[in-house]
């Protein structure tokens, strides 16, 4: 059974900084990564990293987040620095196999307060 257990979401005056992880348990991914859903909004891609440890990110968050993963835990992180009111969103963990099958985390509130 797939599990994508996430943590480190909460409340943080704007310029702050968090740090997301995601723990998988079930399969071996090839890629995991980050997206986010703001209210009224659609789910967009934060960040995703590769097993090889290749990188892809949104341009709204270059420079500010950076993404990263230990493959011994099947874990992927996202650190979150210089944060803006419109980071706030529920930021979801996603974890794709080679095979193609996608899963998703339950989703962590981040709230940024100005």
């Known amino acids: 059974q797939v599990q994508l257990v996430e943590s480190g979401g909460g409340l943080v005056q704007a310029g702050g900084s968090l740090r997301l992880s995601c723990a998988a348990s079930g399969r071996i991914f090839s890629t995991m990564g980050w997206y986010r859903q703001a209210p009224g909004k659609q789910r967009e891609l934060v960040a995703l990293?590769?097993?090889?440890?290749?990188?892809n990110a949104a341009d709204s968050v270059k420079g500010r987040f950076t993404i990263s993963r230990d493959n011994a835990k099947n874990t992927v992180y996202l650190q979150i620095n210089s944060l803006k009111p419109e980071d706030t969103a529920v930021y979801y963990c996603?974890?794709?196999?080679?095979?193609?099958?996608?899963?998703w985390g339950q989703g962590t509130q981040v709230t940024v307060s100005s």
């Open positions: 996603n974890a794709q196999t080679v095979g193609g099958s996608r899963y």
């Open positions: 990293i590769t097993s090889g440890g290749s990188t």
